[in-house]
């Protein structure tokens, strides 16, 4: 199996969790509905990534709350210590 299509076949397992979860459904139950063979080291690789993915949105979000000076963060004192 060539690189190309172990990431086609996660680009579509991905797809199939987070529409799952968006229904409130469980994700291994909707890839294991398409894939029933499925190894669980697979499914773990999937949450992995559904968590990063969610990790980077939510690292995105803050970097554009702090571009749009939404939101500010506590400075130390010029003597180091806390306010």
């Given at each position: 199996?060539?690189?190309?299509?172990?990431?086609?076949?996660?680009?579509?397992?991905?797809?199939?969790?987070?529409?799952?979860?968006?229904a409130?459904?469980?994700?291994?139950?909707?890839?294991?509905?398409?894939?029933?063979?499925?190894?669980?080291?697979?499914?773990?690789?999937?949450?992995?990534e559904?968590?990063?993915?969610?990790?980077?949105?939510?690292?995105?979000?803050?970097?554009?709350?702090?571009?749009?000076?939404?939101?500010?963060?506590?400075?130390?004192?010029?003597?180091?210590?806390?306010?």
């Amino acid at each position: 199996m060539t690189t190309d299509t172990r990431k086609e076949i996660m680009a579509r397992m991905l797809d199939i969790a987070e529409k799952a979860i968006e229904a409130g459904g469980s994700y291994e139950t909707a890839i294991r509905e398409h894939f029933p063979d499925v190894p669980d080291e697979v499914l773990t690789e999937v949450w992995i990534e559904i968590e990063d993915n969610k990790t980077e949105r939510w690292w995105q979000k803050m970097e554009r709350r702090v571009a749009s000076n939404l939101i500010e963060f506590p400075h130390p004192k010029e003597d180091g210590t806390k306010r």
